[in-house]
């Protein structure tokens, strides 16, 4: 965005994803600081927005004309509020930005579609992201920060941070500047975020999925000694078994893309688990599946000792995958 592009015009945020939408404001507000550094910055929330208070707002002050204001919470404009605002956007005064943020949902979708007719009105939407997509989002938000990440250490990243768009941005934003000009490999990203508990609970788990039992054992135990809850562990199990069950069903000749589709997972993963299954029959799948779940109940109430509950799927898991 470039002041030209957000002065005298207004500024759509639409969409469940915060950060995302922080983002858009941001970068509008940084537009209008570019175009006039002595420009003035207001909030205002949509339920608290009269015609009065837009006036007030909109107005020029004794020290600059150029305006910034954002109205969060649209979705909360007064019944009584929206005509003046609508004849507002369909002629904005030159020198002011007008964001107007809207959280997504059906509140307020009356005024987002009449919204969406104006000429000066432009929308800037941002949908949820899928799983698949989180990958692809760390990747690009390393290299905003002017660092390359391949698809491996991002989804290590993601499987230690979590899928908070705030975090992963923050994680790749840290991981650029300690390692500047270097690539960023899975072992840069282990260094630093293979402590987390996510990470060390699908550690233990694809070790048991390859067949690894002292390996597995030995995660186990570090995870545990770390403080790992026990439900994760499960957790990871399962989404693992599930995606060796989707892979081993999924028909035959599918392009990458379209199997990471079918299977739930990003196309970095696909090596993981197409490994992992050469040693599976459907069979062995099936008891696994079974495996798990009732190490689930047990963990979450049926049995005494987390520890054990979980060293024994680790062995049988780890035993099931070479049955044949």
Known sequence: MSGPQVLGRVTLVTGPE????????????????AHDAEAEFSEARGGDLTLA?????????????????????????????????????????????????????????????????VAAVTEVKSAALKPSEFVG???????????????????????????DLRSLSA?????????????????????????????????????????????????????LDGGTPPV????????????????VGAPRGMREADLAREVGVPPWKLRTIREQARSWSPDGLAAAIRAVAQADADIKGAAHDAAYTL????LTVAGLRDAR
């Open 18 to 33: 915060e950060f995302l939408n922080e983002r858009t404001v941001q970068t509008a507000r940084q537009a209008v600081k």
């Open 53 to 117: 208070t837009l006036g007030e707002l909109a107005a020029p002050s004794l020290f600059s004309a150029t305006r910034c204001i954002v109205v969060r919470q649209l979705e909360d404009l007064p019944e009584e509020s929206v005509a003046g605002l609508l004849d507002y956007c369909a002629s904005p005064v030159d020198d002011i930005a007008l964001v107007l943020v809207h959280s997504g949902g059906q509140k307020g979708s009356g005024v987002l579609a009449r919204l969406r007719k």
């Open 137 to 163: 989002f760390a990747v690009s938000e390393a290299r905003a920060s002017g660092a390359r990440m391949d698809s491996e250490a991002a989804g290590f990243l993601v499987t230690a941070v979590g899928q």
């Open 171 to 223: 994680a790749a934003h840290q991981l650029a500047n300690d390692f500047p000009g270097e690539p960023l490999t899975v072992e840069k990203v282990k260094r630093y975020f293979g402590g987390r508990a996510e990470a060390k609970s699908f550690a233990v788990a694809d070790a048991a999925l390859y067949g690894r039992r002292a390996a597995a054992l030995e995660e186990l135990r570090w995870a």
């Open 232 to 247: 994760l562990v499960t957790s990871a199990f399962a989404g693992g078994v599930r995606g060796l069950a989707k892979f």
């Open 311 to 314: 060293e024994r799927l680790v």
